[in-house]
């Protein structure tokens, strides 16, 4: 058997990786997006050379992600297929987690939420809080949308000029809330707060926009598992964020290995179930 490649065709960026007979992962890549089409087919050449891989050690192609639309005909003419996005989400993070149940929280340009309960996979909805707001916001704010800079920027923020706290408006904790919990999301923000302060408040507002509406997305089936994937689960406030958000609702955030890459691995992955 030879090698599967997964492709995520998403707004923007394509995400490659392959998967060999023995479930190994072959160093999955990353190209931003321009447009679609050109994006898959200069990722999938710079990832065959890149893995000195040739056309012949291609099995299958398999295609995901919302720019797949846009791909009509066999990539290269080998065997290529296509996978709906939630299902590739779902078995990319099972793949990579090993649990059986858990919510999948996608945090690409928006957000979306899929259920998976043993072998059901399905989506439960999505909010627009992601990526794409996080750039906003901060070209709004900072003139800039780069997110290298704005986490360098937050890195010397202070929060408590940002956002309002339950110690800010209660001399003693509440029911389930302790006084460090969060009241109210640039709440205390000032017109005069400094750029670093602003860059930690938007980071704050997206990642915890995100894990709040996880959490709510799953309390009617008791999931206490979120594995988070996409690439802002790699930036390096979220450690700090998902672990007040577990030490307030009592539940857990998994980040795998390729977060990035779960939805190509997932899509590669759905050739695999198939046979």
Same mark, same amino acid.
């Given at each position: !058997?030879?090698?599967?490649i997964?492709?995520?065709?998403?707004?923007?960026?394509?995400?490659?990786?392959?998967?060999?007979?023995?479930?190994?992962?072959?160093?999955?890549?990353?190209?931003?997006?321009?447009?679609?089409?050109?994006?898959?087919?200069?990722?999938?050449?710079?990832y @065959?050379?890149?893995?000195?891989?040739?056309?012949?050690?291609?099995e $299958?192609?398999?295609?995901?992600?919302?720019?797949?639309?846009?791909?009509?005909?066999?990539?290269?003419? @080998?065997p290529?297929?296509?996978?709906?996005? &939630?299902?590739?989400d779902?078995?990319?993070a099972? /793949?990579?987690?090993?649990?059986?149940? !858990?919510?999948?929280?996608?945090m690409?340009?928006?957000?979306?939420?899929?259920?998976?309960?043993? *072998?059901?996979?399905?989506?439960?909805?999505? =909010?627009?809080?992601?990526?794409?707001?996080?750039?906003?916001?901060?070209?709004?704010m900072? %003139?800039?949308?780069?997110?290298? #800079?704005v986490?360098?920027?937050?890195?010397?923020?202070?929060?408590?000029?940002?956002?309002? @706290?339950?110690? *800010? =408006?209660?001399?003693?904790? @509440?029911?389930?809330?302790?006084?460090?919990?969060?009241a109210?999301?640039?709440?205390?923000? #000032?017109?005069?707060?400094?750029?670093?302060?602003?860059?930690?408040g938007?980071?704050?507002?997206?990642? $915890?926009?995100?894990?709040?509406?996880?959490?709510?997305?799953? !309390?009617?089936?008791? =999931?206490k598992? /979120?594995? !988070?994937?996409?690439?802002?689960?790699k930036?390096?406030?979220?450690?700090q964020?998902?672990?007040?958000?577990?030490?307030?609702y009592?539940?857990?955030?998994h980040?795998? $290995?390729?977060?990035?890459?779960?939805?190509?691995?997932?899509?590669?992955?759905?050739? &695999?179930? %198939?046979?």
């Amino acid at each position: !058997m030879g090698i599967v490649i997964g492709i995520d065709v998403g707004i923007s960026t394509t995400k490659i990786v392959g998967i060999n007979a023995n479930g190994d992962i072959i160093s999955p890549i990353r190209i931003k997006a321009t447009d679609p089409v050109a994006s898959l087919y200069g990722a999938f050449g710079r990832y @065959l050379h890149d893995n000195s891989i040739s056309l012949k050690d291609v099995e $299958q192609v398999m295609l995901t992600g919302v720019g797949s639309a846009y791909i009509e005909d066999p990539v290269y003419q @080998l065997p290529t297929d296509k996978v709906e996005e &939630f299902i590739a989400d779902g078995l990319g993070a099972r /793949f990579e987690t090993r649990l059986d149940r !858990m919510v999948v929280v996608s945090m690409g340009t928006g957000t979306s939420f899929v259920r998976c309960d043993g *072998d059901s996979i399905r989506h439960t909805g999505g =909010i627009g809080v992601g990526g794409g707001t996080l750039q906003g916001l901060s070209r709004i704010m900072l %003139k800039t949308d780069d997110i290298v #800079q704005v986490v360098e920027l937050a890195d010397s923020g202070d929060l408590s000029k940002i956002n309002v @706290l339950i110690g *800010d =408006i209660s001399p003693r904790p @509440l029911p389930g809330l302790p006084s460090d919990a969060i009241a109210s999301l640039f709440g205390n923000a #000032q017109s005069d707060a400094s750029r670093e302060d602003i860059a930690l408040g938007i980071l704050w507002t997206v990642l $915890q926009s995100i894990c709040s509406a996880a959490i709510l997305s799953s !309390m009617d089936c008791g =999931i206490k598992d /979120f594995v !988070m994937i996409g690439k802002l689960s790699k930036l390096p406030l979220c450690k700090q964020v998902f672990a007040a958000c577990e030490s307030l609702y009592g539940v857990h955030f998994h980040v795998p $290995q390729h977060s990035e890459f779960s939805t190509a691995i997932g899509a590669a992955l759905k050739y &695999f179930s %198939k046979g």
